[in-house]
């Protein structure tokens, strides 16, 4: 029976696959989504240091384990959903609009650009598989919600949420992310924090001035940034923590 782990980078799934190494359990193929921000100019929407890691040291070392890596990739990016026109809404305003930004709280992107291709592979997969999920051994209330053709190896080998962060930090498979935020995500997610934000346009001023371009396109149905606030006063809170609290992003 195939095996299969869908791993996003983060801890968890990373430390299932570092059990499954250890305990010597086969994995037929590790499936990484990787969200784009714009397919055609070959723009990741993963945060920069995150897909770094993925790229240029978690999937080496994973090959070298002699795991299989599969990568997928949405039929659409974050422009597309941007750039989308509206032909359906009651209100009769806002159809011939673009869509705009995301609506946090209730992401698009996360069930368009992740979730639906996971989808679609896991449909494509021929007869029964298992396959390995990051759930650690102090989450009951995730863990109760496993079917049948899913295991936490977390769970069977007493692994917690604490212990997943120090098994990936020993093995050199932590990812960055770790040392600004306490989530993984896309760098143009509307749920991150405004000290996130402000990481983003400090370290990557160049995907910060996307967004910039973005936010003087007309015509918008959402034009909210974050949670309904305009993006040039977003820009104005994180400027304000870039100039007075840098020191203490890292923190």
Request: hydrophobic letters at 35%; charged letters at 25%; one cysteine or more.
């Amino acid at each position: 029976m195939n095996t299969l782990c869908f791993w996003s980078g983060g801890k968890d799934s990373t430390a299932s696959i570092i059990l499954a190494h250890i305990h010597h359990l086969p994995i037929t193929e590790i499936v990484f989504c990787e969200v784009m921000f714009d397919k055609s100019r070959n723009i990741s929407g993963e945060i920069p240091e995150h897909i770094d890691f993925i790229r240029n040291i978690a999937i080496p070392i994973f090959e070298e384990w002699g795991y299989k890596i599969k990568i997928l990739h949405a039929d659409c990016d974050y422009m597309d959903l941007f750039f989308h026109t509206v032909t359906r809404s009651k209100t009769e305003e806002n159809n011939g609009k673009h869509s705009g930004w995301l609506i946090g709280g209730r992401c698009a992107g996360n069930d368009r650009l992740k979730m639906k291709p996971i989808r679609q592979y896991r449909k494509s997969i021929e007869g029964e598989y298992i396959e390995y999920v990051g759930i650690a051994a102090d989450e009951p209330k995730r863990l109760e919600r496993l079917t049948d053709n899913k295991r936490s190896l977390l769970y069977e080998y007493h692994c917690t949420e604490e212990m997943a962060y120090e098994l990936c930090k020993n093995y050199g498979l932590l990812s960055p992310i770790y040392s600004f935020t306490r989530r993984n995500g896309c760098w143009f997610c509307p749920n991150q924090s405004y000290n996130e934000l402000a990481h983003l346009k400090f370290l990557h001023p160049e995907l910060w001035e996307e967004l910039k371009v973005l936010s003087c396109v007309p015509d918008l149905v959402s034009r909210g940034f974050r949670y309904g606030v305009p993006f040039d006063e977003v820009e104005e809170r994180i400027d304000k923590i870039i100039t007075e609290n840098w020191g203490l992003l890292h923190t």
